[in-house]
């Protein structure tokens, strides 16, 4: 329950800033095209997603399962934001 708490923070740390992100330098009349893609890789991405948690919970039983997706969800937004603040010092 506690890492389902931190990836549904997290989610929302990531959601708001990157639909603000894309307002801010995607062109007016391609964000409507910009939304539709992310759209549509992300609707395509379930079903590929459902696979593999189903593939790996038969290996390895479905609570580790949901524990290891969760755990390298946290870690890839870690990783994005640790080169992010990189990217921001050496901006500085």
């Known amino acids: ?12 740390l990531i959601n708001v ?3 603000s992100y894309f307002q801010s330098v995607v062109p007016v009349g391609y964000q409507g ?3 539709a893609l992310l759209s549509f890789i992300s609707g395509f991405s ?8 189903g593939f790996l919970a038969s290996k390895i ?3 580790w399962a949901y524990i290891m997706n969760n755990i390298c969800v946290i870690l ?4 994005v934001f640790s080169r992010q603040s990189v990217n ?3 901006k500085i």
């Open 17 to 19: 800033p990157m639909t």
């Open 76 to 79: 890839i937004v870690l990783l």
């Open 46 to 53: 379930i079903p590929l997603g459902v696979t593999y948690s």
């Open 33 to 35: 095209r910009v939304f």
């Open 88 to 90: 921001e010092r050496k």
């Open 1 to 12: 329950m506690a890492l389902e708490l931190v990836l549904g923070f997290i989610t929302i």
């Open 61 to 63: 039983g479905a609570d």
